[in-house]
Structure formats: C-alpha cells, structure tokens
T-cell receptor, first 116, second 114 residues
C-alpha cells in the first residue's frame, strides 16, 4: 500500500536524551513536513523539505533537527534543547510541482513522544 | 502563529442532524483546506477550496469560502456516529516556493450522538 509510515508509534524519552522519529513515504512525493500537535490544539510546523538535501525551518524549529538524504525519508530528531517535547508528532508529504499550489498533503498516523 | 480560528471549539449533535463548522483567517490565502482527525490518529484531507472558488461539494460535505470576510464553513449533512472527530481548517498563503506551508486552526471537536 502507498502511504506514509511513522515509527515508533509511542516513544518515551528521558530528560537530556536525543530521540529520532522516523518518517518514510512511498508516494514519490517531493515535499515532506513535520508538525507538532499539543493536546486539544492545532498543528504547528517544525520543519519542511521541498527536495532531497534541502530543508527549511518552520514556525517552531528550535530544539529539533532533520535530514533529507533520501527522497522517501525525513527523520526528525528531538534534541535535549527542546524544553517541552511531550507532544504528538505528525509527518506529512505532498507532490510539489514548482510554481503550482493546491496539492493535497497526506499525513502519517503520528508518533506520541513522552518525556519521563 | 495560527491563522485559522475554528468556531465552535466543540459541537455535539444528534445523528441525522447537520453539522456546521466555521473557520476565520487573517491574511490573504491561495487556498483553504479542511481536514479530519480521529482521536490519536493522523489527519485525513477532506476538501481543498481555492481562493477563486466560492463553494465545493464532496458527498455529504459542503465547503464555502468568502474571501471578503476571510471565512470558510464546512457543512456535514445527515451526520453519522462515524463522523465524530476533530475537524481542522488550514490555509495556504500565496508565497509559493514548491512546498506548501499549511497553517492550522485549533479545530472543532464534533460529537455525533446516536
């Protein structure tokens, strides 16, 4: 099946540790995104990538890092610098013909990160 | 900052009734999208409406867009228990460099009572 796979679904982190959330897509999409969702809230953009080896900061990038070495993969690392990392993390992707807009963004099932 | 603001924050209706959710935004947009999220799950795209469109339909869903008022509404007709979910509007502003930056509202939590 085509889609976006996030893993793990649940992750516990000790304070001071870095953790990496995996996101893989087999939709052949150029663009990938990471969003953070706090309980009862909307989504906030952490990082996005338009193409391999390129990524841009979103609205809340501090304390996070990403890489885009392969088209299908966009892992997110939550570093110890992120002071309040407990949240639901959503990865997404879309086709992005340059100069066009209005493409559907597809989401993964999310990863729950809890600091213990 | 969050662009879209949904209203109401929570809505509870009886099965079979219609549900209307509203979204207001602040800046010019290229398009507006509605998503659905079941508890603890990812988001599912429902409808995209472009800034030059006024209304779109998809099955039991009807979306309107009023750019003069910077507002949109999502109507779900003949609601079913399975429609229980959170619904989000998201705007895309006209700075296009390939990737779209969706800006989400806080969502409307819809509960359909059997």
């Amino acid at each position: 099946d085509g889609g976006i796979t996030q893993s793990p679904k649940y992750l516990f982190r000790k304070e001071g540790q870095n953790v990496t959330l995996s996101c893989e897509q087999n939709l052949n999409h150029d663009a990938m995104y990471w969003y953070r969702q706090d309980p009862g809230q909307g989504l906030r953009l952490i990082y996005y990538s338009q193409i391999v080896n390129d990524f841009q900061k979103g609205d809340i990038a501090e304390g996070y890092s990403v890489s885009r070495e392969k088209k299908e993969s966009f892992p997110l690392t939550v570093t110890s610098a992120q002071k309040n990392p407990t949240a639901f993390y959503l990865c997404a992707s879309s086709i992005t013909p340059r100069g066009l807009s209005g493409n559907t963004i597809y989401f993964g099932e999310g990863s729950w990160l809890t600091v213990v | 900052s969050q662009q879209g603001e949904e209203d109401p924050q929570a809505l509870s209706i009886q099965e079979g009734e219609n549900a209307t959710m509203n979204c207001s935004y602040k800046t010019s947009i290229n398009n507006l999208q509605w998503y659905r999220q079941n508890s603890g799950r990812g988001l599912v795209h429902l409808i995209l409406i472009r800034s030059n469109e006024r209304e779109k339909h998809s099955g039991r869903l009807r979306v309107t867009l009023d750019t003069s008022k910077k507002s949109s509404s999502l109507l779900i007709t003949a609601s079913r228990a399975a429609d229980t979910a959170s619904y989000f509007c998201a705007t895309v502003s006209p700075v296009i460099q390939g990737a779209q930056k969706l800006v989400f509202g806080q969502g409307t939590r819809l509960t359909i009572n059997p």
